[in-house]
């Protein structure tokens, strides 16, 4: 029985991964704990029990685009907000509209 538990926990953990917003990665989290656990336990039992760490689980990671370097920076001519993204080297307004 700890066997199952363990194993419904980490398939959980490693699939809760899946998703942008806390509300995907939970019901990824969800669905792949519950389908992992009605593989290897009782149907309904794993079910649950994997169904509710999954989600559990998902719903307490968080996506990695929290460490995009979001400074901004001041334009004194157009009076406005722009920050650099790293990850195409263009620089955007705050509003998501390109700057050059």
Do not use: F
């Not at 019901?27 to 649950?48: E, H, M, Y």
């Amino acid at each position: 029985m700890k066997l199952t538990i363990t194993t419904l926990a980490l398939s959980g953990a490693l699939l809760a991964g899946c998703g942008t917003t806390t509300t995907e990665r939970a019901a990824t989290g969800g669905l792949a704990g519950a389908a992992v656990g009605a593989a290897v336990g009782n149907s309904v039992t794993g079910a649950l029990i994997g169904g509710a760490a999954g989600a559990a689980i998902g719903a307490a990671t968080t996506p990695d685009n929290h460490r995009v370097d979001r400074r901004q920076y001041y334009d004194e001519r157009a009076r406005r907000y722009y920050y650099y993204d790293p990850s195409n080297r263009r620089y955007y307004w705050e509003n998501g509209d390109p700057r050059y």
